[in-house]
């Protein structure tokens, strides 16, 4: 059979970045032919690049209200209250309390993560008297490493730390939070060869991928 060739573009929030290759590798592997162009950022710039029709495919945990889309639920994402593991809070139950003694580590406007958090803090009509602003995942998690603080964070993102045992999850009335990736795209959007046949795949594929690189999740 014809080998397939061309362009797989992908827009992933940031801590997409732990999920998406997995769903890539296998298709990837298989078609040698294709070019993976992949790029991280803020959902906000994922959302516009969707917009303006310069992707394939979006991966983001909150969908967008502003835009007409078709999607495909790959995975769940559960959020946490994150520590590392020599605070004093050791033995306690997270509270609202937690927040007033240290601050709290958000991610920067625009992140998916930062407005699932800050709508969890409404929610619960929590003070913050103690902010932190940092702009990756990766960033809050040295922080955390640190000690400079604490954060509502996806569980993916964290894995090895947890296993080495360095961050902790404090457990906090109404967490985990829980957001599914989907993989999106504009509805009506008439797809490239390429980006048919890797969606044919995922829909073919997913639960196996899922069994495979994501049971651990379901320890937590």
């Known amino acids: 059979k014809g080998q397939l060739t061309g362009r797989l573009k992908i827009s992933v929030v940031s801590t997409g970045k732990y999920v998406m290759p997995f769903f890539l590798a296998d298709f990837m592997n298989e078609h040698k032919g294709i070019e993976l162009m ?19 495919f979006a991966l983001v945990s909150i969908l967008p209200t502003t835009l007409n889309i078709e999607k495909l639920d790959l995975l769940q994402n559960k959020l946490y209250l994150v520590g590392n593991t020599e605070t004093e809070l ?5 509270t609202k309390e937690t927040f007033t003694d240290l601050p709290l580590i958000f991610r920067e406007k625009g992140s998916g993560t930062r407005q699932t958090m800050e709508s969890f803090i409404d929610k619960n009509n929590m003070s913050i008297p103690k902010k932190m ?37 404090i457990p906090m009335k109404g967490l985990p939070i829980k957001t599914t990736w989907s993989l999106i795209w504009l509805k009506g959007k008439k797809h490239s060869p390429v980006a048919a ?24």
């Open 38 to 56: 992949m790029d991280v950022t803020n959902k906000n710039k994922v959302v516009e690049s969707l917009e303006k029709n310069e992707v394939d």
């Open 133 to 169: 602003e940092l702009t990756s995942n990766e960033a809050v998690k040295q922080a955390l490493l640190a000690g400079l603080g604490y954060s509502i964070m996806p569980l993916i993102g964290i894995k090895n730390e947890l296993h080495n045992n360095e961050l902790q999850i």
């Open 197 to 220: 046949a890797y969606l044919a795949h995922l829909e073919r594929e997913k639960v196996t991928i899922i069994n495979q690189k994501f049971s651990w999740n379901e320890r937590y």
């Open 90 to 94: 050791n033995k306690v139950t997270g």
